[in-house]
Each structure stands twice: as structure tokens, then as C-alpha cells.
């Protein structure tokens, strides 16, 4: 009998059966499993591990079409959207070397869905929710270390590895990727993995009817089925948190030091003053347009990044990324094909043959170049103001 499957839990909740299905992504037999149950439940509600976006973009193949890139730099929203072609590129990389259609056990729960009249429900947080609530958390070295790890992760060996695979068949891609993010900032768990169960398991007692049937990856079983019982506000959970008092000192505080240090210098030193200033201008120029040749960039590109970054890291309302991604995109403009071609993004090489994805790799890279041209150049501005004071 179906319901006597390893992976279906039966859970009772004020009334309500629950059957809680963890699916192993990777595998095969998944989607024939969710298909059999959903036919032979014939349940009032389908839950499915997605958030609208996600279901979108599995509804609307075409959605990237529509897409202006200009636009999302100046949104703010180009290192989202990289991080998102990032995890589905791995997840398109996976199904290759496996041979699978990634997420189709979740297309198959709203084909089913549909075929019996079941009411859908869309589950999942949005993981822009999550990913912003986490940023609102870091600190400052904090958001320069996940930078490096989200953009350095692409250039990680291609072939995953057996034992990779073992434990993403009982990890969804995403929660695979938040729960390695989990390890490298242990403070973060909280909002990367429990929040995410809490919400899941909330949206899935909400559900309209008797009988619920939830479709979720196997590692987010154990989470759901510890706060099924439990009581969670979805709009605290979905609230962006305002940004510390502490960090909004911590990231004006730095430019205006940087400022004062050298009109400081001058009255000691002019000669002092005018080589502090060149010390900050060569280092986040330099490591701002670097970043920017790394993303092969146009030379014009890479000069807005230099002449860029000095005057942006000292303004946290701007970020050179922005203004080199901006011209990179005036001057190799993205084609139809371009866009048309973001869904089938898979490999390294093809983040830098795509014009889109190398526009945002142009911002993210010229971006984590200025960070670190801050703290190097503010360095070199302190250590030639120490000097001028105590020759």
C-alpha cells in the first residue's frame, strides 16, 4: 500500500490529515510517487515546497524575456538574481550528470493538483525574504565573506561528487545550499533553516480542508513535523527586518573616518594628505576594476570601476558595481537569445558567454573588489596618518 512508503508521514492536526511527503529530488521514482498519491488520496489541498516566484517561473517559461537588466541593477536586485542562477545552474548540472528532470516531482504535485481539484498552495517562503533577512544580519566582514563564498562557489569543479549526490537525496538543492551557509555562519541557522520549517509547516496547517497532502524535500521533514504542533506568525516570519542602528553607524561611521583621518593629515602633512588620497584611490580602484576584468568586462567597464570605486566607498548609497554593470550593459547590450537562454544556464562558461550573467558578474565582482579596497585603502590612510603624527 502507498501510505505504508518510508517517505509518507501521517500527521493529525485539530481535525485535519496531513499526509507529509518528503521526495528526494534526485530521484527518479519521486514524481510517480507524488502522481499515485495525489490519485488515489484525491486530498481537498496539494501543498508544494514553492514560493510564487518559483511556481513562475516553472509556469512561465518565457519570464525571462520580459526581464530588463538595467532596471534589476538599479532595483538592487543583480546579486539576487545571480545567486539564483547560481543554485539552479547546480541543480541543472546534478540532473545532467544523473540524467533527471530537476523539481519534477513539484510539477507533477500541480499537474495532480489540478487533475483532481485539489486546492494549491503555494508553501514556501520567498527566498528573497530569506536571503534579505539574513543580509540584515551581517555584519559588514560578514556580508564580504558570503559574497565570496556565493560568486566563488561557480568556479568549484564541475563534477559533483558520490558523496554529494548520497546527501542530496534527502536535501533539496535549496535547503543543500542554505544549510552549507548554515555551517559557515552558525548564528544564521536560525533564519536560513528554522525559519524556513516554521514557515513551511504553518502555510501546510492553513491549508484549506480535511485532507492535505504536502509535497516537501526529505530534509525538511524532520524540521516540519518538530513545529507542526507549534503556533508561527507568517507575517513576522515574512517581515524584513530594519537595519541596526549599529550597522548604520558601522557603514556611514568608516567613509566619514576615512574623510576626517585625511583632512586630519593635511594639517600635519600636505604631502602626507595628497599620498593618502592616492593610496585610497589606487587600492579600491584597482581591486574594483580588477574584479570587473575577472568578469571579462569591456575596458570601459573596467575604467568605470576604477574611477568609480574611490568616490562609492565613500558613499554606502552607492556601490561601483552598479555604475560598471550599468556600462557594461549600455555597450554589449543583451540579445533576445540572451534572456531566452538564462533558463538553460548550467556551467561556468556559460555565466561568461551569456551577456546577462556576465553583467551580473560584473556587478558582483567590481562590488566585492570596492569592499576590499576599502579596507585596504583605509588601512594605508591610517598606517600614513600614524606615521605623520609619530615620525
Same mark, same amino acid.
Given at each position: ?94 540532473? /545532467? ?33 530569506? $536571503? ?50 548554515? /555551517? ?126 574611490? $568616490? ?19 555597450? /554589449? /547590450?543583451?540579445?533576445?537569445?540572451? $534572456? ?34 576599502? $579596507? ?16
Amino acid at each position: 500500500m502507498l501510505l505504508n512508503s518510508k517517505n509518507i508521514h501521517i500527521l493529525k492536526k485539530e481535525g485535519k490529515e496531513i499526509l507529509l511527503v518528503g521526495t528526494a529530488h534526485v530521484s527518479k521514482d519521486s514524481a510517480r510517487e507524488v502522481k499515485e498519491l495525489i490519485e488515489q488520496e484525491k486530498p481537498d489541498s496539494v501543498c508544494v515546497e514553492l514560493c510564487s516566484a518559483r511556481y513562475n517561473s516553472i509556469n512561465n517559461r518565457n519570464k525571462w524575456k520580459n526581464m530588463d537588466i538595467i532596471t534589476i541593477i538599479k532595483q538592487k536586485k543583480a546579486l539576487l538574481l545571480l545567486v539564483n542562477l547560481i543554485l539552479s545552474s547546480f541543480q541543472k548540472r546534478l540532473a /545532467r550528470q544523473l540524467g533527471i528532470n530537476p523539481g519534477q516531482e513539484m510539477i507533477q504535485a500541480i499537474s495532480s493538483a489540478k487533475e483532481v481539484n485539489a486546492h494549491l498552495v503555494l508553501a514556501d517562503r520567498d527566498i528573497q525574504v530569506t $536571503f534579505t533577512r539574513v543580509w540584515k544580519k551581517l555584519s559588514l566582514w560578514g556580508k564580504m565573506r558570503i559574497l565570496f563564498m556565493l560568486i566563488f562557489s561557480m568556479f568549484a569543479k564541475e563534477k559533483i561528487s558520490e558523496e554529494e549526490i548520497e546527501r542530496l537525496k534527502s536535501e533539496d538543492i535549496l535547503t543543500a545550499a542554505l544549510s552549507e551557509l548554515a /555551517r559557515s555562519f552558525p548564528r544564521l541557522k536560525s533564519t536560513l533553516i528554522d525559519e524556513r520549517d516554521q514557515y513551511l509547516a504553518e502555510k501546510i496547517k492553513l491549508a484549506p480542508g480535511n485532507k492535505v497532502i504536502a509535497i516537501v524535500g526529505a530534509g525538511h521533514v524532520p524540521g516540519i513535523k518538530k513545529e507542526i504542533d507549534k503556533e508561527h506568525d507568517l507575517t513576522a516570519l515574512n517581515k524584513i527586518p530594519p537595519t541596526s542602528n549599529y550597522l548604520k553607524v558601522l557603514v556611514w561611521g568608516i567613509p566619514l573616518a576615512i574623510i576626517a583621518i585625511i583632512t586630519s593629515t593635511f594639517t600635519y602633512s600636505t604631502p602626507a594628505g595628497f599620498n593618502q588620497i592616492t593610496q585610497w584611490f589606487l587600492w579600491n580602484g584597482s581591486l574594483s576594476a580588477l574584479g570587473a576584468l575577472i568578469a571579462m568586462a569591456h575596458p570601459l567597464s573596467i575604467l568605470t570601476a576604477f574611477a568609480a570605486a574611490p $568616490f562609492s566607498s565613500l558613499n554606502p548609497l552607492l556601490a561601483a558595481g552598479w555604475f560598471a554593470g550599468i556600462v557594461e550593459a549600455l555597450i /554589449r /547590450r543583451p540579445r533576445v537569445e540572451d $534572456f531566452e537562454q538564462l533558463g538553460d544556464i548550467v556551467t561556468l562558461k556559460d555565466f561568461f558567454h551569456n551577456r546577462v550573467t556576465k553583467i551580473l558578474l560584473v556587478v558582483a565582482l567590481a562590488n566585492l573588489g570596492s569592499m576590499a579596497g576599502t $579596507f585596504i585603502g583605509g588601512a594605508k590612510v591610517i598606517q600614513l596618518f600614524i606615521n605623520t603624527i609619530n615620525p
